[in-house]
């Protein structure tokens, strides 16, 4: 029975993350400190619902399943807070075997600041994603390298780590000849947001770890995640993980289905040809799981693209707008000038067949899962607010 501690499980990945592995009989130990539900409130994004406490959350899940998630919540930022998790501090002790006090064997990494546009606010909002993200890293890695060095670290990295190259994008390496010489390196990333800079310097702090102290670490290159549909999430409304839809924390398909439900016109940024690699939330926990089962063996960085499948902006529109319209919504698409500094028309071609040979079978953007969309956003429309929806934070 493998014990798995979630590292920003009050989030939209970390909180269906705990409940998936909760439900297939791992034991679960979440930790987090509530950036974002305070970021959230501090700049007056609101959420789609408001959500239980983590601790309620936990206390839910108990009555409904049976099941422990034990909770942690603390800054992951200080050291001692991070290394009280590995050194006996905290006790992880069950109440449904007791005779279990181990550590945990994997420790997934989500504790970020995951938002590009937040990290471009101003310097403030600079700092606060590269302090958080990095240091968090960096403390975790200091932690696993000093109190158990065989812990597999599955940690979130993103798709935009490499930005829109003129070449076919690899899963994580590269193999380079050189006068003569060749070596495998890292496959060059070059990201358009702070944020996304933070989650390179994140690969490169544990591959660092890996070269010196014999860590074991798969990276997740993620594309951006849409849904909300789980098994579990689908057990108790109140089970729902959260749903941002304003242009700072809110993912595009999540974005888009909100916008179409209060007739927002689409908000698709300059000619809308930015083509990024997308998955079904439940596509995130089975390659998590995936990567959790086969772990990267002592010395090794693993790398997998997390993408099913690639949409261009004005693609994804006009799925949202046909959905949309069948349902009887009046969906209209508005190309805005774009907030962002991005190519609007590029080469786009990443490899991701890793996670598919380690058996995750991916989901797809389907109709039906528009439509699922399209229902739960409009349960909750009178939530909805039109002045969070777009504000224009400015890249340049
Ligand atoms: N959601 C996506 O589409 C997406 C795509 C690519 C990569 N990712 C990556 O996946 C990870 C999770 O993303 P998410 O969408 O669930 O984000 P999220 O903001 O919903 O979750 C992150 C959680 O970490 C917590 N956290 C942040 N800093 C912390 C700290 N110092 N101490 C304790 N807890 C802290 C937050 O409060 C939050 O609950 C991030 O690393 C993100 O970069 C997400």
């Not at 698409?333 to 996670?355: C, F, M, V």
């Amino acid at each position: 029975m493998n014990h798995i501690l979630i590292l920003g499980g009050d989030g939209y990945l970390g909180w269906p993350t705990a409940m998936y592995f909760s439900n297939r009989g791992y034991r679960v130990t979440v930790v987090d400190n509530y950036f974002r539900r305070n970021a959230c409130l501090e700049l007056d994004v609101g959420m789609l619902y408001a959500l239980p406490s983590l601790v309620e959350r936990a206390k839910m899940w108990h009555e409904l399943t049976g099941n422990e998630i034990k909770v942690v919540i603390g800054d992951l930022q200080e050291p001692e807070v991070m290394r009280s998790l590995f050194d006996g501090r905290i006790r992880y002790d069950w109440a449904v075997n007791p005779s279990f006090t181990g550590l945990p064997d994997t420790v997934v990494h989500y504790a970020e600041q995951p938002s590009a546009p937040y990290s471009l606010i101003n310097h403030r909002y600079a700092n606060i994603t590269l302090q958080n993200n990095l240091v968090v890293t960096n403390n975790l890695m200091f932690a696993v390298r000093d109190f158990e060095r065989d812990i597999h670290i599955v940690k979130l990295g993103t798709m935009g780590e490499y930005g829109t190259p003129n070449i076919d994008i690899e899963e994580g390496w590269i193999e380079i000849e050189h006068k003569g010489r060749a070596e495998r390196f890292l496959f060059p990333r070059q990201a358009s947001s702070l944020y996304h800079t933070t989650k390179i310097m994140d690969t490169d702090l544990l591959w660092f770890g890996v070269r010196m102290w014999e860590l074991r670490v798969t990276d997740l290159m993620q594309g951006p995640v849409y849904g909300l549909e789980t098994d579990e999430m689908e057990m108790d409304d109140r089970l729902k993980t959260l749903f941002n839809y304003d242009e700072i924390f809110g993912t595009i398909i999540n974005r888009f289905i909100v916008q179409a439900v209060v007739g927002y016109p689409l908000t698709v940024y300059g000619r809308g040809g930015q083509t990024r690699g997308y998955l079904h939330v439940r596509d995130t926990l089975q390659c998590v799981e995936k990567a959790c089962e086969t772990p990267a063996k002592r010395g090794e960085l693993r790398i997998f693209n997390q993408i099913m499948e690639t949409f261009a902006a004005n693609e994804l529109a006009e799925m949202v707008q046909k959905v949309g319209n069948e349902l009887g919504y009046d969906v209209q698409i508005d190309h805005i000038p774009n907030p962002r500094k991005e190519a609007e028309e590029h080469y786009y071609h990443p490899t991701y067949q890793g996670l598919i040979d380690i058996g995750v079978t991916p989901h797809y953007l389907t109709d039906r899962v528009l439509e699922n969309m399209f229902k739960t956003v409009a349960q909750y429309r009178h939530n909805i607010r039109e002045d969070v929806i777009f504000r224009g934070v400015q890249w340049g």
